[in-house]
């Protein structure tokens, strides 16, 4: 439908020649009913260059969002101008405070090696999570999001040997769950991480009635999972990500210096195609449907 961003916003004009209406945040005060304002915590590198990534597919949703860019205090966001973070990010709890939130998605960080303990904003995160669980119909936590949505319920990550990385198939497991599309679709998910959580872990939680497993890779092992109150959604890969984004982290891992960084799985790397945005807009499609479902409107 539509997506409310301020009038010169950096993105606007990829947005729209992606086909995602776009309209100003002045234009939408006029409007006789209400979009779903869902939060944004971006914590991933360059975080301006990323905002397009998320808004392309939940802007092309069938409901209006309004999206609310969060910033963490405790989070330096180095690689992110002040002027950009100053002028579009505003604090979780002046979020709340101005006008609530419907929905929040966490996005990736480049800290998964990392336990969670050591993470610097690990215990600010907690706090919105708190606040999330009762508050906001629905978290989804996107790569590290969704493995830090994992720990903060009591399920640990495990360190691999070697990076996931690539694009991988994945098959949807709950037939009463259209999460990942049709029941004889097989869609196509990127993968770039360092850690995850064990298929026996998991399996172990759903037969202890606390978690739905929804998609399952071969490789990859179970990649799309949730609480079983629908609270928090995990999916541990990028189904936002642009075609050329493993790309682009393969080279930038070279220039680094990382010697332990494989080839993208099933991605030519010379000439990428991008056989995952399926998933993707099904994906966060059905998320934006089940926050609007679950949001308790007023007339």
Not at 68 to 88: F, G, M, N, P
Not at 184 to 203: C, N, T, W, Y
């Amino acid at each position: 439908m539509a997506i409310i961003v301020p009038e010169n916003y950096h993105a606007k004009q990829a947005l729209e020649n992606a086909r995602v209406h776009c309209i100003s945040s002045f234009n939408a005060q006029k409007q006789d009913f209400r979009p779903l304002r869902i939060a944004i915590l971006n914590i991933m590198p360059e975080a301006n260059t990323y905002e397009y990534n998320i808004l392309f597919p939940i802007g092309r949703a069938i409901i209006q969002i309004e999206p609310v860019w969060i910033r963490l205090k405790t989070h330096a966001y180095k690689s992110t101008s002040k002027e950009h973070l100053d002028e579009l990010y505003i604090s979780f709890e002046d979020a709340i405070r101005h006008k609530g939130l419907d929905g929040l998605i966490i996005t990736g960080a480049p800290v998964e090696e990392k336990s969670f303990k050591d993470v610097w904003f690990w215990d600010e995160l907690s706090e919105i999570l708190d606040y999330a669980k009762e508050n906001i119909a629905s978290t989804l936590g996107i790569c590290w999001g969704g493995l830090a949505l994992a720990n903060y319920i009591g399920i640990d990550k495990i360190l691999f040997d070697k990076k996931l990385f690539g694009v991988y198939p994945l098959d949807n497991i709950d037939r009463n769950h259209r999460i990942t599309g049709d029941l004889d679709d097989v869609f196509m998910s990127p993968q770039s991480r360092h850690a995850g959580i064990s298929d026996k872990v998991l399996e172990a939680e759903r037969d202890k009635g606390n978690v739905n497993l929804l998609a399952h890779s071969d490789k990859a092992g179970y990649v799309i999972f949730e609480t079983t109150d629908k609270s928090f959604i995990m999916h541990l890969g990028h189904p936002e990500y642009e075609t050329d984004r493993l790309v682009n982290e393969y080279k930038r891992d070279l220039e680094k210096g990382r010697s332990d960084v494989p080839l993208p799985l099933n991605l030519d790397i010379s000439n990428p195609k991008n056989n995952w945005r399926g998933h993707s807009l099904e994906f966060f499609q059905q998320w934006v449907k089940d926050v609007y479902i679950r949001t308790p409107y007023e007339i």
